[in-house]
């Protein structure tokens, strides 16, 4: 089946590294993926929208130079954090939903971000 | 706005009973409704959807939810619950119009089923 392939699984860095985070689609291809960010015992915020080809599209309050993203192929989105802080760590997720209307999203597992 | 609300953080059962799980949807149009289930340090996984046609849809792992348009419900549901199926549960609304994909997500309901 469809399946959704995010790396790396967990981040420890220290303040001020900028950490890029890779969601690819393994056997179909995506226009479109989305980002998420989920804190402790909370639901998914989406942040933005990636266009393969174009520019996100990001959430009210997502700061577009904090976290960059790129979506240069039709299987490949990349999420930056740059300069990341404590307040950054959280859960990052990606979905790509599967061509054809209706279609539901398939996610990737998820990238535990933790900035020291 | 499409908005879904699921108004209990966490559902209680004893394994073999049966489960549900609550979700209340407020949209314009028509609904497009998803159940996803999410474990430990995990992404997402698809349950089940409801876009038209029956009420009663089946999904994943035993799971189904009843579509109840008087009520603006999407319950999801299990006949027997599973110690594995402990997890957190969220219900989602699809945003916009056909041509988007953009998913709105309830704040989740923590299931734990004790054996």
């Known amino acids: 089946g469809a399946v959704v392939s995010q790396h790396p699984s967990r981040v420890i860095c220290k303040s001020g590294t900028s950490v890029k985070i890779e969601c690819r689609s393994l056997?179909?291809?995506?226009?479109?993926m989305f980002w998420y960010r989920q804190f402790p015992k909370q639901s998914l915020m989406l942040m933005a929208t990636?266009?393969?080809?174009?520019?996100?599209?990001?959430e009210q309050g997502v700061e577009k130079d904090k976290f960059l993203i790129n979506h240069a192929s039709l299987t490949l989105s990349t999420l930056t954090v740059t300069s990341a802080h404590p307040e950054d760590s959280s859960f990052y997720i990606c979905?790509?939903?599967?061509?054809?209307?209706?279609?539901?999203?398939?996610f990737g597992d998820g990238t535990r971000l933790s900035i020291l | 706005a499409q908005s879904v609300a699921q108004p209990e953080d966490q559902v209680n059962v004893a394994e073999g009973n049966p489960l549900t799980v609550k979700c209340t949807y407020s949209v314009s149009g028509n609904p497009y409704l998803f159940w996803y289930v999410q474990y430990p340090n995990r992404g997402l996984q698809f349950l089940l959807k409801y876009i038209t046609g029956d009420n009663l849809v089946k999904g994943s792992y035993g799971f189904e939810a009843e579509f109840n348009k008087s009520q603006t419900s999407f319950h999801l549901k299990k006949p027997s619950a599973l110690v594995s199926d402990s997890a957190l549960y969220f219900c989602?609304?699809?945003?916009?119009?056909?041509?988007?994909?953009?998913?709105?997500f309830g704040t989740g309901t923590r299931l734990q089923v004790f054996p």
């Open positions: 990636s266009n393969e080809g174009s520019k996100a599209t990001y």
């Open positions: 989602a609304v699809r945003d916009g119009g056909a041509n988007t994909d953009k998913l709105i």
């Open positions: 056997d179909f291809q995506a226009t479109t």
């Open positions: 979905s790509a939903p599967l061509w054809g209307s209706n279609q539901p999203q398939h």
